[in-house]
């Protein structure tokens, strides 16, 4: 296609010239171009938070962001969590509270409540509630995605 | 009957918190699901819908469709072989002929190269339809004067015999004494009708298959799904193919509920990949997976209970009409769940129910966790509540009065096996506090009011039939594979702490298998609250034979009578009180595989058969395509939810959820509490915000923007798991299924804390607002 644009995504700290679509969004290119198929699709119209993303240090929804929009802006993926192969805590503590059942939100969950502690390093319960509350999970019940940000803040503090 | 847990068994994780084996992937992005996969030359399927509810097609013409560059195949109901496929009726194609049932009903597919152009070649497919009466109402659906969807029904081959009434696509009645002659008797009696919403399943994750073949004509799918056997044996039999000809693997799946059970998009993923000799994926939207796909059944139920001055429950009457959809899948069982569940776990001596799947112009309705209980419960515990408020009694006395207890046989004279209603009805009255909140106007927000409301409940676990093999590798550690598909529940975690367990080996040492049908066993699916009780049954007692055929091998290595063997820690086997007379795993698998014996291989498959077959002469027992006494164990809970009530605007919201549960034995205790957490949750969604709403015929809210479920904020953070463990004799260490009752009493509970708060009671779930408000203007104690 003619109209298609070349756009130079940074994502996880590596630099990407892409050619894509002015329609596409990230997620799409994320997903299809770069195989970062860590970030989820559950709506495609920015309600479920499946597909949340780090971009220059806001939670934003891949879903409802253009890749070339995108140009020159520091994205972070779930991919690009890992620090020298070792979960960073919040991860770990998904991981041990049980945070997470079937998996496909937890992702959008961790990048969500990742940009939550980064503007506010001691939430309460309350401030969780109320901050991830544009997460969808259709399988814990929230209690241990919950406690597993808890768990984490108290890893963090200790 | 309860038992004691064998505590000889070294190193046992069980009834610990034991983290997810799949946790590093699932949080690292590294889980591949479905549609995160692909393959080289991979074609991108799209789904075509009816337009219309009900219709004849008149004539297709999909030449410009094909004519699209990049366009590489468009099916429509005529290029594929006549196969009927269905579990209890056969009524489906893979893609509508002749005839269209739902809006949304498939009716042609595409492939291309790319997924923009394949719904670009959907657009270019030209259907001419003649729009037929639509049946949309399904009491009217029986009527003899309603126009027939399923024309060609004589023609099903179906498990059962259908009704005679149009449209009827289950009937089935029950009956114990008999409630009529019973009335006159009866010092008081409620009476009402509810009505209960389709309910969307709303895995997180869509619909997703994608499908290879290869040089043989050999397919393999991998998909989001439930079942690698069910699958198989659909896709087979929609092909035409024998089931050595279907491959199915099951990658990570991101929810199912139900609504992934039997089969979703594979067969006609298959036929594209067929069709193009390439790999299809297709993953559904949202909005064509909400009009496409399954949902809870949405109903109506008549219900009269009758009891005396004192609370003995002496009667019910109950009439369940469930909405089935077009096409049967698991309604033939749903709907008579519903009325074997329609009693409450109560003794109710005189019984009748009759229970109706009908099928009408509306996306088909499914198993959907809870299977028909949820709706009939939250008629049964209502009235239970309703005759309380007449006596004057308190709720909860009253249950304790009826409830099932010792040698009392449940509804159709199925033996209980353990009688643990009252047990949780007391745990669950002790943590909320019931007394004194009941007691009491509960203190409020000024404009809004409290209320305090119980469910308790019962549902099965069990059911069908399950295998699993346990291989000792040469290093002394195993393999499980017993074919049951994780589809976040924990089963991977569970199935290999018992093998772990029954072994004395560190989890570290268990490697479980991907269900795989070229590999696995058996097993029926992820449904029923079955694979705790079913698969771990089948892994223990295959870990078992393995641990006999190691002592084989170590009898012979230490020299001893098998007697005077024992397990120990980490994969080892010792001589009793010689603590030096000890050899690993790996020995007896060395001397297996190089000297004496052969490999190692434990294997175990069952069916669930129940202990005592039911009598149909001591009752009316009528067209169940499984027999009650087929269904499984019985397991029992109680809920109680505390809610607050916004007087002016009506909006509920629950602020504090109990839910004690009999659950044998946790095997995995956080994952025990995950599953009624998220159960209760998805079940207030269904007793405040969710139902799928049609207009003539089209769902008008398929997104998640317009169809709500609970989000973190909308649901308390205080919802209290109060587990009760009484093992269960036929149970993998006393195990039971957890993962369907929990959702069974949110909506009663719900509606019932409702009624205390502001004294009206609401039949019409979910209880949106105006709902609310409405029942509260009728009611004039208000």
């Known amino acids: ?158 | 009957m309860s038992t004691q847990l064998d505590h000889d068994v070294p190193n046992t994780s069980i009834g610990k918190s034991i983290p997810r084996r799949e946790g590093p992937e699932k949080v690292s992005g590294k889980a591949i699901y479905s549609d995160d996969m692909s393959m080289n030359g991979m074609l991108h399927g799209a789904l075509l819908g009816s337009p219309y509810p009900h219709a004849r097609i008149v004539s297709i013409d999909k030449s410009k469709a094909e004519a699209l560059p990049g366009v590489k195949a468009v099916l429509v109901g005529e290029d594929l072989p006549f196969n009927y496929i269905g579990m209890f009726i056969k009524d489906q194609l893979a893609l509508a002929r002749d005839k269209v049932m739902y809006v949304g009903d498939p009716v042609a597919a595409v492939a291309a190269t790319e997924l923009s152009i394949a719904k670009d070649a959907l657009r270019l497919i030209e259907i001419e339809y003649e729009e037929l009466e639509p049946v949309l109402d399904p009491e009217a659906a029986l009527l003899a004067d309603s126009p027939v969807i399923h024309d060609k029904r004589a023609d099903y081959p179906t498990m059962f015999e259908l009704p005679k009434e149009p449209n009827g696509c289950c009937y089935t009645e029950l009956m114990e004494g008999d409630p009529n002659t019973i009335w006159d008797q009866c010092d008081v009696i409620v009476e009402d009708e509810y009505t209960v919403p389709a309910q969307y399943h709303m895995y997180m994750e869509p619909v997703s298959t994608l499908a290879d073949v290869d040089g043989s004509g050999k397919i393999t799918i991998w998909s989001s799904m439930q079942s690698v056997g069910r699958v198989q044996m659909y896709v087979a039999a929609a092909m035409g193919l024998p089931m050595s000809q279907i491959r199915v693997i099951a990658p990570r799946i991101g929810g199912g509920f139900g609504g992934k059970c039997e089969f979703t998009n594979q067969p006609i993923t298959a036929f594209l990949a067929q069709a193009t000799g390439k790999p299809v994926k297709m993953t559904l939207s949202r909005e064509d997976d909400m009009s496409m796909m399954k949902s809870r059944h949405g109903g109506k139920i008549y219900m009269k209970t009758g009891a005396s001055k004192d609370g003995t429950l002496l009667a019910r009457d109950c009439r369940i009409i469930l909405d089935g959809g077009a096409y049967a899948d698991e309604s033939p069982e749903v709907s008579p769940i519903a009325a074997l569940f329609s009693r409450g776990p109560y003794r109710i001596p005189n019984m009748r129910v009759e229970a109706w799947s009908v099928y009408t112009n509306r996306s088909r309705a499914s198993a959907f966790r809870g299977f028909g209980n949820p709706q009939a419960t939250f008629a049964s515990e209502s009235q239970i509540d309703d005759i309380a408020d007449k006596l004057g009694m308190d709720p909860m006395t009253l249950r304790q009065k009826n409830a099932l207890e010792g040698d009392d046989l449940f509804f159709c004279g199925k033996r209980i096996e353990s009688a643990s209603i009252q047990a949780c009805l007391e745990k669950v009255k002790q943590a909320s506090g019931w007394e004194q909140k009941r007691k009491q106007t509960l203190p409020a927000p000024p404009g809004k009011r409290r209320g305090i409301g119980i469910a308790a409940m019962s549902h099965i676990c069990g059911l069908l039939a399950s295998g699993a093999n346990v291989t000792l590798n040469e290093d002394g550690t195993v393999t499980v594979n017993s074919g049951c598909v994780d589809i976040g529940q924990g089963s991977d975690t569970l199935l290999s702490q018992i093998v772990a367990s029954s072994l004395g080996l560190d989890l570290s040492q268990v490697n479980h298998a991907n269900a795989d049908s070229d590999s696995s066993p058996y097993n029926f699916q992820t449904s029923a609250s079955r694979t705790t009780y079913m698969s771990g049954n089948a892994v223990k007692k295959a870990s078992e034979n393995v641990k006999e055929q190691i002592f084989k091998q170590a009898e012979q290595i230490l020299e001893c009578a098998e007697s005077d063997l024992e397990l120990r820690p980490g994969g080892f086997v010792g001589v009793k009180g010689v603590p030096e007379a000890v050899i690993p795993f790996a020995a007896a698998a060395g001397r297996s595989i190089y000297q004496e014996g052969g490999p190692i291989m434990g294997t175990h498959n069952w069916i669930y058969t129940p202990e005592d077959k039911m009598d149909p002469k001591r009752m009316l027992l009528k067209g169940f395509a499984m027999m009650p006494d087929g269904v499984g164990i019985l397991t029992f809970a109680a809920q109680i939810a505390e809610v607050e009530v916004d007087e002016v605007t009506g909006q509920v919201e629950v602020l504090e959820y109990w839910a004690a549960h009999d659950v044998g034995q946790a095997i995995n205790l956080a994952s025990v509490e995950g599953q009624i957490q998220g159960g209760v949750v998805q079940s207030i969604g269904y007793a405040l915000f969710e139902e799928m709403l049609w207009d003539n015929g089209r769902l008008i809210n398929p997104s998640m923007m317009d169809y709500k479920i609970p989000g973190m904020a909308d649901v308390p953070y205080k919802i209290h798991p109060l587990l009760i463990e009484m093992p269960e004799d036929s149970a993998p260490f006393g195990a039971k299924g957890v993962g369907e009752i929990c959702c069974v009493g949110p909506a009663p509970a719900i509606t019932n804390a409702i009624k205390h708060a502001v004294g009206a009671r609401v039949t019409q779930i979910p209880a949106t607002p105006e709902r609310v408000l409405d029942a509260m203007q009728n009611n004039s104690d208000c």
């Open chain 1, 1 to 158: 296609m003619t109209n298609k644009q070349i756009v130079k995504l940074e994502v996880n700290g590596d630099t990407h010239e892409l050619l894509v679509q002015p329609t596409q969004t990230l997620l799409h290119v994320l997903r299809e171009q770069l195989q970062l198929t860590g970030t989820k699709c559950g709506c495609n119209n920015g309600v479920c938070g499946s597909c949340t993303i780090i971009v220059d240090g806001q939670a934003v929804r891949a879903c409802l962001s253009l890749a070339v929009a995108s140009s020159e802006k520091e994205i972070t993926t779930i991919e690009g969590l890992e620090e020298n192969g070792k979960l960073q805590s919040l991860q770990q503590a998904f991981i041990d509270k049980q945070g997470l059942q079937c998996g496909f939100c937890t992702p959008g969950m961790i990048m969500s409540s990742l940009a939550l502690l980064a503007k506010n390093p001691s939430p309460s319960i309350d401030d969780i509630r109320e901050d991830l509350s544009g997460n969808l999970c259709r399988c814990t019940g929230y209690v241990k995605i919950a406690d597993a940000v808890m768990s984490a803040i108290e890893v963090e503090q200790s």
